[in-house]
């Protein structure tokens, strides 16, 4: 069992950052593949990115690829989505997800565990 916790969102300007935070519990953190998706509002949830258990492998949604990039500590239990260069596009609910093997990494009905979100407002 693995609970994820999100943290970071919040509202900021056009062309800003941020960077959201998913602390996940237990002693296995490093065994699973971690993802962040995105909801906006009457859409449904969409990909992100996604990491692998050790880092060296990332995948990116092409609307936020060279301006996000995902990362993770395992010594931390966190992984992390940084955002540069925000459009009031990528304004959404952002959960972070946890699953165990790679396949299928950009569909919500492959990962086991989801946190409860955190909101990302970017003003124009």
Same mark, same amino acid.
């Given at each position: ?56 492998? =990332? ?58 979100? =955190? ?6």
């Amino acid at each position: 069992q693995v609970q994820l916790v999100e943290s970071g969102g919040g509202l900021v300007q056009a062309g800003g950052s941020l960077r959201l935070s998913c602390a996940a519990s237990g002693r296995t953190f490093s065994s699973y593949v971690m993802g962040w998706f995105r909801q906006a509002p009457g859409k449904d949830r969409e990909f992100v990115a996604c990491i692998s258990w050790g880092g060296g492998n =990332t995948y990116y949604a092409d609307s936020v690829k060279g301006r996000f990039t995902i990362s993770r500590d395992n010594a931390k239990n966190t992984a992390y989505l940084q955002m540069n260069s925000l459009k009031p596009e990528d304004t959404a609910v952002y959960y972070c997800a946890a699953k165990r093997g790679l396949g299928g990494y950009h569909t919500t009905t492959s990962y086991d565990y989801w946190g409860q979100g =955190t909101q990302v407002t970017v003003s124009s």
